[in-house]
């Protein structure tokens, strides 16, 4: 994070984790670079995964139906 171009060190809200950056009065310009996290990665692997499964059971339950009709 950065503010006028110096990197600073945010503080945190003890309750919440709420970001806490002391500004003097005046047009500041902030620069924040948000990253991907492995959490955020493993997360969307899970929902790629669940999504190509849905896929799947409904592609196979629309072969079984059209194989049972006369």
């Not at 945010?10 to 919440?16: G, L, Q």
């Not at 969307?44 to 995964?49: K, L, P, R, T």
């Not at 592609?59 to 059209?66: C, D, E, F, P, V």
Request: hydrophobic share 45%; no cysteine.
């Amino acid at each position: 994070m950065e503010v006028n171009g110096k990197s600073v060190t945010p503080e945190h809200a003890e309750t919440s984790g709420q970001m806490i950056l002391r500004l003097s009065s005046g047009t500041e310009r902030i620069t924040a670079k948000l990253v991907r996290t492995p959490d955020r990665t493993l997360g969307m692997a899970i929902s790629v995964i669940a999504a190509l499964a849905l896929l799947g059971l409904f592609n196979a339950g629309g072969l079984r139906l059209l194989s049972a009709s006369p």
